[in-house]
DNA sequence: AATCGTACTTAGAAGCCATTAA
DNA sequence: TTAATGGCTTCTAAGTACGATT
């Protein structure tokens, strides 16, 4: 067996669609099981104190977990998780419990908050025994065989019960995420393997032998009926290979994106409705990077939309406004109910059909009502074998990040001022894929303290040029040797703390522009990582400056294989 | 052509932990 | 030594895509 580094990158591994001849694994980690509350730690209905079944208290503890979270405030939460309750209740219980506003978890949640406390306070020791116990619990079931090497899997654990919480408006927020079972878990390995024991007096609901798939156990959860798999872990070879595939995908559609962009404007002009549709919704998925927009069950999920299932009351068009034609804005909530909001003029043709669809419609009237993502891809796949709407997002990601580095990159610049030029161009790309984040809550404070640092070094500065100058006065009246030293120590002093200054200086920038951007996002799965190991290479800066551990495992294949010339 | 089921990628937040400042 | 800070890891929700079925 060989490690990580020995792997034979190939594409296409097998031809027939298998991903592996061998699987040998140990099955998942289930949660811990429930500890039921000490006897001093009650809860209160209507003031008065209850002791609650050991099913029903489990789901209170849940509760009463969150209550400093917005979420319990929150009536569909509230609704949701009463709902859910109830459903653990002896009948004793439901009929005494009639209102979750009398319900006090105080008591409960204070008991939560010292144990973490606690926890916090352990000695050194215990920690590392705890320590020492997650190793063994990660060696154990973290790793797994498939064809000849041992690698890291994803998410060996089950998630472990509680309330879910879905992203922004919810309709499910609140609901009870049941305890996953050996009896609901699905097995994947191969059959010359040791299987995977179900823990004692538990079986398996299935163990399957499916080598067409990549997933070592599945379950399905409760809140909306979907499949939940364990995988490996992205520095694995099959997550390695695919995520090459995927950059050459966008590779090949450099090459004939301009053919493609001259198609969909021509389509613009097209007789049929639905061709211009396609083509209008094809140019914003380019121009914009947005997402494809698959159709989603209304009611089941909070209400975002991607491209193609953009609506009427998505978009205002401005003929004329701040001295510009043909505007089109946008203001949707996207992936994760992230708000898209975006104000840009358009060509005319675009314009003017935008103006045709939305004609005799309502606002929640789908503004793309001739198409959908099925119908966009399989376009697509006609005009580049592989290509899907996707495709677009990590092109123009990518060559987007090629493009700024080339532009902000200038060879004179140190290597802190050459990282800020990457992180420059990481964050253009960022902000065309709309990648945000809350801003830190401490974002104010720290931008703070970094001034107060920024300060104490200007001064640390002028006192050191101060210094020198007086050295300089001093070496030039005695004229020996200890004072030109003198002055030599001087400079070199004075430099260091210019360069410490900058350093501060270019930090206290990149926190500021980055104050409501996220760069993890594209930098882990739009950007072709070879673009960013050949730019090290080319400037001589060390890779470990841009990628941390676990991404430089994650794209090992990449450092491998590109050197300077690399071109996206 | 609509619907469903499955498998996989992409996403931001929370939690954890090492480092640094006080 | 302790507390604050920030980076990294973990978690799991929420997307995309596609083949099968109706």
Redo the contacts with the bound molecule.
Sequence with gaps: MSGPLDYQWEEERYTDGS?WRFLEHKGPVFAPPYEPLPKNVKFYYDGKPMKLSAPAEEVATFFA?MLD?EYTTKDIFRKNFYKDWRKEMTSEEKSKISDLNKCDFTEMSDYFKAQ?EA?KQMTKEE?QK??EE?ERT?QEYGFCVMDNHKERI???????P?L?????D?P?MGML?RRIRPEDIII?CSKDSKHPKPPPGTKWKEVRH?N????LV?W??N???????I?L??SSR??GE??WQ?YETARRLKKCVDRIRTQYRDDWKSKEMRIRQRAVALYFIDKLA????????EGE??D?V????LRVEHIKLYPEIDGQEFVVEFDF??????RYYNKIPVEKRVFKNLQLFLENKQPEDDLFDRL???????H??ELMD??????F??YNASITLQQQLKELTTPEENIPAKILSYNRANRAV?IL??????P?K??E???Q??Q??IDAKKDQLSDARRELKSAKADAKMRKDEKTKKAVDTKKKAVQRIEEQLMKLEV?ATD?EENKQI?L???K???LDPRISVAWCKKWDVSIEKIY????REKFAWAIDMADEDFEF
């Excluded at 809140?223 to 798999?229: C, F, L, P, R, T």
């Excluded at 947005?290 to 069950?297: F, M, Q, Y």
């Excluded at 941390?548 to 991404?551: D, H, L």
């Design positions: 991903k977990k979270h973490s926890r920690k705890i320590r997650n990660l994803g998410n060996f654990r089950i998630e472990p509680g879910f919480r879905g992203r922004g919810h499910k995420k994947n499916d067409k798939v990549t997933w599945s399905t959860e809140i909306q009926g979907s499949i939940k798999y995988m872990n992205p099959i997550k695919k995520d995927k947005l997402r494809a927009g698959n159709e989603k069950e999920t909070a975002t991607g491209c193609c299932s909530l996207g992936k994760d109910s992230i959908n993502t099925s119908i966009l891809n399989k697509l796949q592989g290509l899907t709407a996707k495709v997002r990590t960022a894929c709309n990648h945000q984040r809350a830190p401490t974002f404070k720290s931008m303290n970094l107060t640092k930090q926190r996220a993890g996002t594209s882990l799965n739009y941390n551990k676990t991404q």
